[in-house]
């Protein structure tokens, strides 16, 4: 029974696997033609200044997105601690209905209202004065040495996509309030197994609230607290399609955001130079490996 | 129960089961269903020879205007049923693909789309699936009888000599061309004489005082008013314009081998080494003048797409926009202002700052233009598709269908639209004549230009961040493009093996070819040492500038 | 008994489908397995057009023009597809110069000679392509072994170790192929490929910068007649600009931009000919006066 998925899996994710890592041995057009290079493109790899950059971009995004997984975790706890059934229940349905809407909508929603010109963001800074106080703070920071440019100027719209120095910001900023649905019932779903009576304990032994979420719900949700994780730096370390949409196959001014997943498809399918997408693509896989154990031995799983 | 129900219900356990062997079935019947139509789609009504061909111009004035062309093409010959495929273009590139590789492609395809990735590839396709027309060009059209063309050769007939149609890594004709584009500035003639008067400025530095004044328009009208819809997209069409104007002077240093254009690498070498310097007064007033035009632009423009410029300029937050004539007729209904067209204007040669740089303006002949059909080997009717594609390119017909297409006809003498006579193509100008992306720079130059022109960056450091990035990338990036370039050498090889089997006798080989083999082979070896000629003066100039570099570097 | 009734049933298809698929090699005979395998070959599916030569090898009562055929098709196949086989290619040429016919004979010594210089040993490519030179002298393929051998002696050489880096082709190989192209038309003015050669000729002068030489090839291959159509207008374009900047040569500059203007009036170079043309005119008129 298990054989046609089996088969299936073992020809669009297995086979796909082995070709790359077959490929990346060679100097591949994409096509047809394939020279073996021996480790020549793993060499290319490790003195590329440009996916050495890339690494460290997609490693500030990590770190960014390892603060992000906690408006998730929070939200879901507060979800969980509401005491009515139907209101817990009406707010995991409130969350759940905007997952209906295509991730590309959702995306171009966002380029829009970064929009330097029309934008809501903009708008909203110019309208509550908050623009005022940025200039006023960049200002200052010029003034004291602390930081050289100015990325908002008095008179100017900031170009939250087309300024180098507020690339990453904006990448970073995307998607708040950064509650992620799938792990808020993720984080959900291993909150519901908490027995009441533990939480009846805590309250005798009167724990408060953040004692609480610390010393039962935390680690009582490890289990999926390392899924996400696992998810996050997988998805954080390879991915580029977000980067793609919003500021192109070049990584935006200066490669501000040239992530090393950027970086494989440019090589890949621009400079058609796949042999090379190939060993950046082993070598990204080598880094999430690596990544992934380091999380599995610091994220202990309470039994 | 009976034994079916008995059945049925053992089988309903195993759903998954149950869909495989369903799927395998209609599987099964397709594919032999195919098989016994046989290659090149259903066989039409009342026997009639099918013609298919596929393109991805989705919008409704070009599908009826197509269906009318069909029309007539079907009275003229009630034997023949003509069928367009219409795919999406997002998904187009990759279709084509599939259906070239899997042997299932149309008679004729529309060329050219895919992007960067189509780009590369395209050449490729060409030479493996797609009917070299050269014979043909030479040949009057037979559908040009009774016209002044009647006589004359198929390619002269084109606005542009059918250039095209032609692709220069292959030497060969590929492509009939049945529409022209060009790109022009659109402006809010509303706006514009609100802010300026009746005639749009001619010379860049009227044009900067034209951008000014709607600057100062929107302040005091309190509205978010930026005098150019720049962005990612359409700032090249402003950079292409320029950079011809302000480098056509380079091909006298450049052209080493004479041939007309400066390659890549003719360019490159000089770049690497610096015999070419980036702070030259007309390559930084190439720069310059982009960088300060761009002010006009929305702020950071480079990160906005076209999309987003359109809707800058239709929203009537921009005054101004350039894209193609392919964009005209739906401007024109969504916007609720008129649209004026004018060319992107040039600095005069008084012009203190750039006006000794300027040489003249980009020719449009040569533009690989819109609807460029190619005819695929698969087609069991080449022939007949040749004879639909001549028809379109008559002088008649093609004036006919661009007009109803709100398109630029490609014949010489068809009349476009009286509305599209400003987007006529100027044969009279220049070609670029220096590349800054070099091979293996490409993503250097993209990422550091933009720097430059966002300014964020001096010219003094966007020249030096770009030499370095020559210097580093540039011969492992002229390796791969030296290698890559023998594809086409070992493609025409392959195409002249076969023409050679065939004057040779080989049995089988002829019948798969067109036109006299001994012409043909004769041309394929001409285009190939042409090609090789270009390999070898391209390598001596990239080596000659390697040797410079290293005598020069302590 | 009916789950086995279902099995028969699905194999059926199974064998109907593959039937079907299959009809196609069976179809026509030699001639048309032949037709297939050259069309295969045209349309770059190497491995398709390799199994239906390797096929005819196999067919009883093929002809020897039919053999010869297939033996062709297979040694070009390996030769020329993508990731070439060359000690296939070898194979199948050696095996094609087994048959005694005079155009075996020749396509083999050309393969085989083109197959040494794809291996990298020059010497024993250009003794090949010599052979077939001095053996069958007025044949198409001893002109294309002149165009390959003076080419090897023309190519640079990159190397792997260093990208970028690259070895120019030596004043003494240089020589030989110039003398080898000049001798062959020398021999043989009106050949298949003269106007090829004149070509190939031209572009090496240039390269060398010696433009007269090049310059007189230019028009002996204009003369000769250039079939291609682009190449015709660049050969034009060639003439005009060598004469009028590196020669000096305000006349025939002046009658060729003038040429490419009237032949070419709507290409890209038809702006920079005509303003070339004028420029050119008021030189002249300034060395006159």
């Avoid at chain 1, 057009?29 to 493109?41: C, P």
């Avoid at chain 2, 610096?274 to 950071?300: C, D, H, K, W």
């Avoid at chain 2, 020249?463 to 492992?476: I, M, N, Q, S």
Wanted: aromatic fraction near 12%; charged fraction near 20%.
């Amino acid at each position: 029974m298990m054989l046609p998925t089996l088969a299936l899996v073992a020809l669009f994710m297995y086979w796909p696997a082995v070709s790359g890592v077959y490929h990346s041995f060679y100097r591949w057009d994409g096509d047809e033609l394939a020279t073996w290079v021996a480790l020549r493109n793993y060499s290319r790899a490790f003195t590329d200044p440009v996916l050495g950059r890339a690494f460290i971009i997609v490693g500030i995004l990590f770190v960014a997105s390892l603060f992000k997984m906690i408006p998730s975790i929070i939200t879901a706890v507060v979800i969980h601690r509401i005491v009515s059934d139907k209101m817990r229940y009406l707010y995991r349905l409130l969350f759940v209905v905007p997952m209906v809407i295509p991730w590309m909508v959702v995306l171009l929603i966002w380029k829009f209202f970064y929009n330097p010109v029309v934008g809501l963001l903009n708008s909203f800074l110019n309208g509550t004065g908050l623009m005022e106080v940025l200039v006023a703070v960049n200002a200052w920071l010029v003034k004291l040495d602390i930081i050289q440019t100015v990325v908002f100027e008095a008179g100017r719209n900031p170009a939250w996509l087309g300024d180098a120095d507020l690339v990453l910001p904006a990448l970073i900023f995307w998607g708040f309030p950064w509650i992620g649905i799938i792990g808020v019932l993720i984080y959900l779903s291993g909150l519901e197994k908490i027995p009441r009576s533990v939480y009846e304990c805590a309250e005798l032994d009167g724990v408060g609230w953040f004692g609480k979420f610390l010393f039962i719900e935390l680690p009582l949700i490890a289990t999926q607290v390392r899924i996400n994780l696992v998810l996050m730096i997988i998805g954080v370390l390879k991915g580029y399609g977000l980067i793609l949409v919003l500021l192109g196959e070049s990584g935006g001014p200066g490669g501000a955001a040239m992530v090393p997943g950027l970086y494989m498809y440019y090589n890949a399918f621009v400079r058609r130079e796949a042999g090379y997408a190939c060993a950046i693509g082993i070598l990204l896989f080598f880094v999430i490996l690596v990544l992934t154990l380091i999380n599995n031995k610091l994220v202990r799983v309470e039994k | 129960m009976s034994d079916t129900g008995r059945t049925w219900a053992k089988l309903k356990r195993y759903p998954a089961l149950l869909l495989l062997v369903l799927v395998y079935v209609i599987s099964c019947l397709v594919v032999v269903g195919n098989v016994i139509r046989g290659a090149g789609g259903a066989p039409g009504e009342e026997k009639k020879k099918v013609l298919r061909f596929a393109h991805w111009q989705l919008e409704p004035g070009i599908r009826s205007a197509m269906d009318e062309l069909i029309a007539d093409y079907q009275e003229v010959h009630p034997d023949i049923e003509v069928r367009q495929i219409l795919i999406p273009e997002e998904g187009y590139f990759r279709w084509v693909n599939t259906q070239l590789i899997g042997r299932t492609a149309p008679d004729m395809i529309e060329c050219g789309s895919g992007g960067t990735v189509g780009w590369a590839l395209w050449p490729k396709f060409y030479a493996r699936y797609f009917m070299p027309l050269d014979r043909y060009v030479d040949q009057p059209n037979p559908y040009n009888k009774g016209t002044e063309f009647e006589d004359t050769p198929w390619r002269k007939t084109y606005f542009d000599e059918m250039e095209g149609g032609y692709d220069d890594s292959l030497q060969s004709y590929y492509r009939v061309p049945l529409s022209a584009f060009t790109v022009r500035l659109y402006y809010n003639k509303d706006m514009i004489e609100e802010v300026w008067g009746p005639s749009f400025p001619q010379t860049y530095e009227g044009f900067i005082e034209l951008c000014e004044e709607l600057e100062r328009y929107g302040e005091e009208q309190g509205k978010k008013l930026v005098p150019i819809a720049g962005s990612g997209y359409n700032f090249r069409q402003f950079f292409n314009a320029f950079r011809t104007a302000f480098t056509a002077d380079y091909q006298d240093r450049l052209d080493r081998d004479f041939d007309g254009t400066v390659s890549r690498a003719e360019s490159a070498g000089p770049l690497y080494s610096g015999a070419v310097g980036m702070t030259e007064p007309p390559i930084r007033a190439n720069f310059e003048l982009v960088r300060e035009l761009s002010a006009y632009f929305p702020q950071g423009y480079t990160s906005l797409d076209r999309d987003e410029a359109v809707f800058l300029f239709l929203q009537g937050h921009s005054a101004m926009i350039t894209t193609g004539s392919w964009d005209y007729k739906s401007l024109g209904v969504q916007s609720e202002f008129t649209i004026g067209v004018t060319d992107i204007p040039l600095p005069s040669k008084d012009n203190p700052r750039y006006g000794q740089y300027v040489a003249g303006p980009q020719t449009e002949a040569g533009l690989e233009g819109g609807f460029p059909m190619g005819i695929t080997k698969i087609s069991g009717n080449a022939d007949l598709a040749l004879d639909f594609l001549q028809y379109a390119a008559s002088l008649r017909k093609n004036e006919e269908l661009n007009r109803a297409m709100y398109w630029l006809p490609v014949i010489k003498g068809a009349e476009p639209r009286e509305d599209l006579r400003p987007f006529a193509p100027h044969i009279e100008g220049y070609s670029p004549s220096i590349e800054y992306a070099n091979p293996g720079a490409e993503l250097a130059y993209d990422q550091t230009s933009l720097l430059y022109l966002s300014g964020k960056i001096s010219y003094e450091e966007f020249a030096k961040d770009l030499l370095a990035a020559y210097r580093r990338d540039g011969p492992v990036g002229m390796d791969e493009y030296f290698k890559n370039n023998e594809q086409t050498l070992d493609q025409q090889m392959r195409s002249a093996a076969l023409r050679r089997a065939a004057i040779a006798g080989a049995e089988g080989a002829a019948p798969v070819l067109t036109g006299d083999s001994e012409t043909q082979y004769r041309r394929i070896m001409e285009a190939y040492v042409a090609q090789l000629g270009t390999r070898n003066n391209e390598v001596r100039i990239w080596a000659e500038n390697v040797r410079l570099l290293e005598r020069s570097t302590p | 008994m009916r789950f086995r009734l279902i099995g028969i049933v699905l194999l059926a298809l199974l064998g109907a489908t593959l039937g079907a698929c299959g009809r196609g090699a069976e179809r026509g005979g030699v001639e048309d397995v032949l037709k297939e395998g050259w069309r295969a070959y045209s349309t770059g599916d190497f491995d398709f057009a390799i199994q239906k030569f390797e096929s005819v090898g196999e067919a009883p009562g093929a002809t020897p023009e039919q053999h010869f055929s297939a033996l062709l098709g297979l040694a070009t196949s390996y030769h020329l597809r993508s990731n070439p086989d060359l000690e296939q290619a070898r194979l199948w040429y050696e095996r094609l110069g087994e048959l005694k016919t005079g155009d075996a004979q020749r396509q083999s010594l050309l393969g085989l000679g083109r197959v040494d210089l794809a291996e990298g040993k020059s010497g024993a490519g250009q003794t090949n392509l010599v052979r077939l030179i001095q053996d069958f002298p007025d044949s198409v393929e001893a002109n294309e072994a002149v165009v390959h051998v003076a080419d090897s002696l023309f190519k640079p050489t990159g190397k792997d170790s260093e990208p970028g880096q690259f070895s120019l082709a030596g004043g003494a190989a240089v020589e030989r192929g110039l003398n080898m192209l000049e001798e062959r038309l020398r021999a043989y003015p009106h050949n298949t490929l003269a106007t090829t050669m004149h070509l190939m000729l031209a572009g090496k002068y240039i390269e060398l910068q010696q433009f007269e030489k090049a310059v007189g090839h230019l028009l002996a291959a204009e003369e000769e007649g250039i079939a291609g159509v682009m190449l015709q207008s660049v050969t034009l374009w060639r003439i005009a600009r060598i004469a009028d900047l590196e020669l000096k040569d305000y006349d025939l500059a002046e009658r060729y931009y003038a040429k490419y203007a009237e032949e070419f009036p709507r290409t890209t170079l038809y702006y920079r000919a005509t303003k070339s043309l004028e420029r050119v005119r008021a030189l002249k008129k300034e060395g006159g006066a």
